[in-house]
Nanobody, 121 residues
Framework: QVQLVESGGNLVQPGGSLRLSCEAS????????IAWHRQAPGKERELVAA????????NYANFVKGRFTISRDNVKNTVYLQMNSLKPEDAAVYYC??????????????WGQGTQVTVSS
């Protein structure tokens, strides 16, 4: 059974940092593109950052460039989102999304349950 489990969400003051984790079971994240999305109350879900499969490059939404970093630990089968210089507008539920990019998994698309990030003084 495939599972993506996010963790690391918390309450943090503006200017603070958090590292979110997305740990996978039942699939090898190396073979998937991974995206982090977020959704704030009353707003649509939006793409925050993504990293390609098999060593592919990372891309970021303009509103997090220079502050957030997406990375992989292939041994731990985990993808991270390091978030620095957090702003109140970064508060949201953050979701991990694994997208199959190979011929063997191109129909696969998995989501985690989300982790809450709150930015407030």
């Amino acid at each position: 059974q495939v599972q993506l489990v996010e963790s690391g969400g918390n309450l943090v003051q503006p200017g603070g940092s958090l590292r979110l984790s997305c740990e996978a079971s039942g699939l090898t994240l190396w073979n998937y593109a991974i995206a982090w999305h977020r959704q704030a109350p009353g707003k649509e879900r939006e793409l925050v950052a993504a990293i390609g499969s098999r060593g592919g490059s990372a891309n970021y939404a303009n509103f997090v460039k220079g502050r957030f970093t997406i990375s992989r630990d292939n041994v731990k089968n985990t993808v991270y989102l390091q978030m620095n210089s957090l702003k109140p507008e970064d508060a949201a539920v953050y979701y991990c999304n694994a997208i199959g990019t190979q011929s063997s998994n191109s129909r696969e698309n998995y989501w985690g349950q989300g982790t809450q990030v709150t930015v407030s003084s």
